[in-house]
């Protein structure tokens, strides 16, 4: 089983939030699909959103960025995962996706949304 934890994010410095809603686990080679709710702004201004990134933190280590979607759609992933990731967004309801394929052990981390840097 591939577990996942979600933590609700804030953006301490605004009015932003960010939070992470998907199932808690998963089957290595299954699917795992998450979403991120983001209030306080549009995923479409290039200011003061810009854009969102999905980070992970496997126990005990650092965070790794894997990928994140601009305000004009621009998508960009971590060479170490370009192949099985895919974020997208839905304007209308302040969401952005993450559907990651072919999950393995190895992907049993806590995930995070954020706001990208500015």
């Known amino acids: 089983m ?3 934890m979600f933590i609700v ?3 301490v410095l605004s009015q932003f939030s960010f939070l992470e809603s998907g199932p808690g686990t998963v089957k290595p080679g299954e699917t795992m699909m ?3 709710k983001v209030t306080g702004g549009s995923l479409t201004d290039s ?3 810009g854009s969102v ?3 992970r933190q496997p126990a005990g280590k650092g965070l790794e960025w894997m990928g994140g979607i601009w305000y004009d759609n ?3 992933y971590a060479t170490s995962v370009q192949k099985r990731l895919t974020i997208t967004r839905d ?3 302040g969401e952005v ?3 990651f394929t072919g999950t393995k052990p190895e992907d049993t981390c806590v995930y995070y949304c954020s706001r990208g840097p500015q």
């Open 47 to 49: 200011s003061p959103i």
């Open 9 to 11: 994010s804030a953006d």
């Open 34 to 36: 998450l979403t991120c």
């Open 91 to 93: 304007t209308n309801k």
């Open 74 to 76: 621009t998508a960009c």
């Open 53 to 55: 990134y999905w980070v």
């Open 97 to 99: 996706y993450f559907k």
């Open 2 to 4: 591939i577990h996942n």
